[in-house]
Structures are given as structure tokens and as C-alpha cells.
């Protein structure tokens, strides 16, 4: 007789998959792997039935608990993404947010520090024209241009769903500046070497790389001047950069800027000087000036006494 009630049983809870209105929720999962496990329990005749029978209704019923998860589609956050973004200051930061089968409910980012909405699906609720919303759906990234120091803090994405779902992303902002070693004016001959270096320390980020500008230029270092050269070395939580230009000309001088995208860049102005001792250079022909000044007292003077 236990063979025949559990056939009965059996198809009775088959009858029940068929026809019962789906759930959700992680109750239900736990509740598949039970029944996967009975199935696999039955289809190796652990409780006395004929393997060839349970395998008859075995495959209806795995293929109607797909069915049933396939069909029955519910809200929910993208786990696999970074809930933690640091950033330097200037950088944009981009804020991640997934949200698959959104249907007809709505994404909003809201600033947790003063409960601010900065957007709703795509639209912007904030002055603040660095805050915008890019990607697709499923995608509702959050991206903030310029990044400043104030910006720093928890942001949350948010799906108006019953209760309301939120998922937070905590932005950190760097307020990390390059530095060129040395004075901010560098004077050297026609012919010499100019030799620049720039360091960049980081916390928590990734070495970055530099780029070097003359008078607002990049750096050529393929230009047919030839002569200039860049050696980098990065650690840790550093960069450093050296430019080297050799035979110095009097049009290298200039505006020499150190950039790198993870921080504040750094300048120095450089003088090539064509013998002339830097003094004079610092003081812009002062020196002239004064004599010019000694020479008019030296003939105005005794004019005035004499008369």
C-alpha cells in the first residue's frame, strides 16, 4: 500500500504546482531546493519508488518549477556592483546603480546628508548641472562632474516600490594636489638641462598617469626638436614623473604644468637665460630703471639749486 499513497501524494502536489498562484521571496527558494532535493531523492528510488515512475512525473515537475520562477518577475538590486567609490577632487564619479524588472516603478538618487532628490528616472531635481543621470535601464547610474570635497558622503538610489527599496553608495572625495619639486620659477642657461619632477601621492587610489603641457601645449616627445624625455615611476599609492630637455633654447621658456586626472595639477615657470644672471631676470631690469632715475636727479638737481 506505500507505494500506491505515494504515488497519490506525489501526484497531488504536482496538481497543486500547477495550479497554485506563485510567491516570491527568498521563502520560496528555499522551498524549490526542497523540492529539487525530494526529486532527486526520488528519482534515486530513496523512498521505494520505481526509478522508471518517478521519472515520468519528475521532468513535468522540474520543468513547471522553471515555469513558475521564469514567469513570476519581481524588483530587485544588482548585487555585483562597487558600494564604495573614491575619487579626487575634480574627478567625475560615477555612482552605480542596476535595477532589474523595474516594470512601471520609478529610480530616484537622493543625497542622504541634507535628504536632497537629485533625480527621478531621468530627469534632474537639482540646480547643480554636475548631477545626471547616465546609461540605460536596467542601468541608473548616477554621475557628479568636477567632483568637489562637500560632495562626499552617502548617496542612495532608491525604487518606489511597497516597502520602498534603497541601495547606498558611499562616495569618498581626495583633496589630493601634484607638486613639482623645487622653487615655482627655475632659471637655467641656453644649452643646459631643465629637469622637472612631479609627484603625485595617493591614498586608497591607484597610481595615475601624468601628462606635461608648455605654455598650454602638451609635450611633444616624438617632435623633431628631439632632446626630451619622461621617466615615471609609480608605487603604491604614487606617482612620480621626471621631464628632462637637454640643449635648452630660449622658446623653452614658459609655463611648465604637471597634470594628472587624479589630482589638482602643478606649475613652475621656467627661464632659459642667454647669459644673463638670473638676478637681473627676478628683478625684471630694475637696475636700469635706477640709473635712469640717478641720471635725471644728476641734471634736474642743479638746475633747481642754481636758479
Known amino acids: 500500500m506505500a507505494p ?8 497531488l502536489g504536482i496538481g497543486y504546482l500547477l495550479h497554485a498562484e506563485p510567491s516570491l521571496g527568498h521563502r520560496d527558494i528555499a522551498h524549490t531546493g526542497i523540492i529539487a532535493d525530494d526529486v532527486r531523492s526520488r528519482r534515486r528510488g530513496d523512498h521505494g519508488y520505481s526509478a522508471a515512475l518517478v521519472h515520468f512525473y519528475d521532468e513535468p515537475l522540474e520543468n513547471e518549477m522553471r515555469k513558475h520562477y521564469r514567469t513570476k518577475r519581481h524588483t530587485y538590486f544588482s548585487d ?4 564604495n ?16 524588472n523595474l516594470e ?6 537622493m543625497r542622504k546628508k541634507d535628504v536632497r532628490i537629485l533625480t527621478s528616472m531621468e530627469t534632474t531635481y537639482t540646480a547643480d548641472k554636475r548631477f ?7 542601468n541608473w547610474d548616477l554621475r557628479i562632474d568636477t567632483v568637489q570635497p ?35 620659477e627655475v632659471y637655467v642657461k641656453k644649452g643646459s638641462k631643465i629637469s622637472l619632477t612631479c609627484t603625485v601621492d595617493m591614498q586608497d587610489v591607484p597610481p595615475s598617469n601624468v601628462t606635461w603641457y608648455h605654455a598650454g601645449s602638451v609635450i611633444d616627445f616624438d617632435s623633431p626638436r628631439g632632446g626630451v624625455s619622461l621617466e615615471t615611476e609609480k608605487g603604491k599609492s604614487f606617482t612620480k614623473s621626471m621631464l628632462v630637455i637637454t640643449r635648452a633654447l630660449l622658446n623653452d621658456s614658459g609655463n611648465y604644468t604637471c597634470f594628472s ?4 595639477p602643478a606649475s613652475v615657470v621656467v627661464h632659459v637665460l642667454n647669459g644673463e644672471h638670473p638676478a637681473a631676470m627676478q628683478h625684471g631690469g630694475s637696475d636700469s630703471v635706477n640709473r635712469r632715475i640717478v641720471l635725471f636727479l644728476a641734471i634736474v638737481l642743479p638746475i633747481v639749486i642754481f636758479r
Open 85 to 100: 567609490v573614491t575619487v579626487a577632487v575634480g574627478q567625475s564619479a560615477v555612482l552605480s546603480c542596476r535595477v532589474e
Open 4 to 11: 500506491f499513497y505515494g504515488m497519490v501524494l506525489l501526484l
Open 104 to 109: 512601471n516603478r520609478t529610480v530616484s538618487w
Open 150 to 184: 562637500e560632495d562626499a558622503g552617502i548617496y542612495e538610489c532608491q525604487v518606489n516600490t511597497e516597502p520602498k527599496m534603497d541601495r547606498a553608495v558611499n562616495l569618498k572625495v581626495l583633496d589630493v594636489q601634484a607638486k613639482i619639486l623645487g622653487s615655482e
Open 80 to 83: 555585483d556592483l562597487p558600494q
Open 261 to 264: 586626472n587624479k589630482a589638482a
Open 132 to 138: 545626471a543621470i547616465i546609461g540605460k535601464s536596467p
